[in-house]
């Protein structure tokens, strides 16, 4: 079993940065494959980014040159940079996390969700 929870959401200028953070339990966490997705009002989760376990990333094309995920195993804790933020990045971001092999883009490979950080973008 493992819990998330996501921190670092807030309000930011178009242009601007912020860095969220996924917090992990469980002693497995190295393990798991991450992901981070997004959700707008009235749309669909949306992929972002997948980090294996083995280190490899896969990035929306959306975010692809902008956003950066990595993890920090010793602390249990998956973080997702994000520069030059636009307004159509505004949505709640959610952390996820799987054992399951492929599929990295897609919101049923994930096991384990945290509850969402906001994070609006404004022009």
């Known amino acids: 079993q493992v819990q998330l929870v996501e921190s670092g959401g807030g309000l930011v200028q178009a242009g601007g940065s912020l860095r969220l953070s996924c917090a992990a339990s469980g002693r497995t966490f190295s393990s798991y494959h991450m992901g981070w997705f997004r959700q707008a009002p009235g749309l669909e989760r949306e992929f972002v980014v997948a980090?294996?376990?083995?280190?490899?990333?896969f990035y929306a094309d959306s975010v692809k040159g902008r956003f950066i995920i990595s993890r920090d195993n010793a602390k249990n804790t998956v973080y997702l940079q994000m520069n030059n933020l636009k307004r159509e990045d505004t949505a709640v971001y959610f952390c996820?996390?799987?054992?399951?092999?492929?599929?990295?883009?897609?919101?049923?490979?994930?096991?384990?969700w945290g509850q969402g950080t906001q994070v609006t973008v404004s022009s």
């Open positions: 996820a996390a799987t054992l399951a092999y492929g599929g990295w883009s897609l919101p049923s490979t994930y096991n384990y």
């Open positions: 980090l294996r376990s083995a280190g490899s990333t």
